[in-house]
């Protein structure tokens, strides 16, 4: 973190009036990596597959979220100290409290205590009262005891417009807005099934108390995409792109069995051996692992965790969410769904509106199913980060920490460097940036210090590419390229140099 601080990749929110926990800034290195990174998104799961995008509102009135049972049921349980008033989310102090007698204890009463964990998210307050109780928990800050678990909503709320009353929310999930969306971008587009309909956005929880950095903000960004196929055929049209592709899964036996070791399936087993409920979520924990590994998360660092039956929700088919070992241990950062038709037919009953289509080889209306992959992108964004930092090494001489970004990632796609300000140098260095940056090539340009310096400043960022103009320059039009994983360099000509830089990045080249 203190890294990423330093060198531009975030800023901590609103920092000159105190930080408010849960809230972080994108600097100027990190927000360019960001948009990469969603745009990396939409071409593995938008482009290529023909889903389509859209952009809905954040502010959602009260009656959508009643509807898709958020304002009910989308919360924390939350209990108060009777003597010091600070307050807890009572699921965490319940399993911290387990936690340690585990460690303590051994044999049937582990086992137990176990069970109790795994119960744990889908507990109500007042089996949590019991539970505090039980355990004999108290308050972690006085000592004090605890009252009664009440129910915190993590929505932010507002009011639209002057009348009281009017309640609105800040949206908790970007997907409710593409399933209100869904008859009109269905029928802008044929009318048919399957369809895919994604989009990019800020979501809003008011976490009670937000820790881990980008782990767990209240303000945070959301990649979704709602898959809509008519149940009868529950089939992906590219899925023989990924039937061999490999994904390791921690099933539900292994979990009920306390291990942590993860079964490597292809996709194909998958769906033969009924561990999905349908090819489409086998077609999307399959690309989800080849996403993660095109963005340099190395294939054994993550695992999809089967959601044991008290974490999935009752109108689920299914969920599994893809973990990834952090420094903060085992991360959620994608679950993929199969929500079948619940919002749809939530909000059909909510609204009156028919959300229903007509299907025409059936002669028949049915209400879409739907497999929903849910990406967390400042969680992407931190794993990122841990799995391309490097103490040292590749370049020769090499002794700073540097990142080792996929090319199509890196803030900055090339750097380039005038050798000195003088004779011309420095206008040629600026008019090659401009003319590579007309080529869709974001450029960063730097003119001072020594050139060993600006290379170590752009290997601190993940600049895959520098380009040094010196006097040579001039006069044959040819330049240095300095690759960032083994620091070489090779003299190129300046025609042609944006097409090269575009194929290395195309080819992930990151050495000589
Ligand atoms: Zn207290």
């Known amino acids: 973190m203190e890294i990423a601080l330093k060198r531009g990749f975030l800023i901590p929110s609103n920092e000159a009036y105190g930080q408010v926990a849960g809230f972080y800034d994108?600097?100027?290195?990190?927000a360019p990596m960001k948009r990469?990174?969603?745009n990396a998104w939409r071409m593995f799961f938008l482009w290529r597959d023909g889903a389509f995008e859209v952009e809905t509102v954040t502010i959602l009135p009260e009656a959508v979220l009643k509807a898709s049972g958020h304002v009910g049921h989308f919360g924390d349980p939350l209990v108060e100290c009777s003597k010091c008033k600070r307050k807890f989310r009572a699921d965490t102090l319940v399993a911290d409290e387990i936690g340690r007698?585990?460690?303590?204890?051994?044999?049937?009463?582990?086992?137990?205590?176990?069970?109790?964990?795994?119960r744990l998210p889908g507990m109500k307050p007042e089996e949590m009262t019991v539970k505090?109780?039980?355990?004999?928990?108290?308050?972690?800050?006085c000592d004090g005891a605890f009252a009664e678990v009440g129910w915190f909503n993590l929505m932010f709320r507002t009011n639209i417009g002057p009348i009281e009353g009017n309640t609105g929310y800040t949206r908790p999930e970007t997907a409710q807005g593409i399933f209100l969306a869904f008859p009109r971008v269905f029928r802008a587009h044929g009318s048919r099934l399957p369809m895919g309909i994604?989009?990019?956005?800020?979501?809003?929880?008011?976490?009670?108390s937000p820790r881990q950095g980008l782990l767990r903000l209240r303000e945070f960004t959301q990649m979704e995409l709602e898959y809509f196929f008519n149940p009868s055929k529950a089939a992906h049209p590219n899925f023989k792109d990924v039937e061999q592709q490999k994904v390791r899964v921690l099933t539900r036996e292994s979990q009920l069995a306390g291990k942590e070791e993860a079964i490597e399936f292809t996709a194909k087993e998958l769906v033969e051996k009924k561990i999905v409920p349908n090819e489409i979520m086998a077609y999307y924990l399959a690309r989800e692992s080849q996403f993660y590994e095109s963005l340099g998360v190395p294939y054994p660092d993550f695992r999809f965790r089967h959601m044991l039956p008290d974490e999935t929700p009752h109108y689920s088919g299914g969920n599994f969410d893809l973990e990834v070992s952090t420094s903060f241990g085992w991360i959620e950062t994608i679950g993929t769904a199969y929500r079948q038709d619940y919002d749809l037919s939530s909000h059909s009953k909510a609204s009156g509106q028919d959300f229903s289509v007509f299907i025409e080889e059936e002669k028949k209306k049915i209400l879409p199913h739907v497999v929903e992959p849910s990406f967390g992108v400042d969680?992407?964004?931190?794993?990122?980060?841990e799995k391309s930092y490097r103490e040292n090494g590749g370049a020769e001489g090499r002794d700073w920490s540097w990142?080792?970004?996929?090319?199509?990632?890196?803030?900055?796609?090339?750097?380039?460097?005038?050798?000195?300000?003088?004779?011309?140098?420095a206008e040629k260095a600026q008019e090659i940036s401009d003319s590579l940056r007309e080529e869709g090539l974001n450029v960063l340009l730097d003119a001072s210090g020594s050139i060993g310096k600006r290379y170590a400043r752009q290997d601190e960022i993940g600049t895959p590419y520098c380009i040094t103009v010196d006097y040579d320059t001039l006069k044959d039009g040819t330049v240095t390229i300095r690759f960032r994983n083994d620091g070489k360099q090779a003299r190129v000509k300046l025609d042609g140099l944006g097409s090269m830089i575009r194929g290395y990045i195309k080819a992930r080249k990151v050495t000589a």
């Not at 969680?379 to 980060?385: D, G, H």
């Open 198 to 208: 994604a989009q990019i956005g800020k979501s809003f929880r008011n976490e009670i």
């Open 379 to 385: 969680r992407l964004f931190w794993v990122v980060l």
């Open 403 to 425: 990142f080792d970004f996929s090319p199509h990632i890196a803030p900055f796609s090339c750097a380039v460097f005038p050798l000195m300000k003088k004779d011309g140098m």
């Open 132 to 141: 505090l109780k039980e355990l004999g928990v108290k308050c972690p800050e």
């Open 26 to 30: 994108y600097g100027s290195v990190g």
């Open 101 to 118: 007698k585990m460690k303590e204890g051994a044999g049937e009463h582990v086992k137990r205590l176990k069970e109790h964990l795994t």
């Open 36 to 38: 990469k990174i969603e």
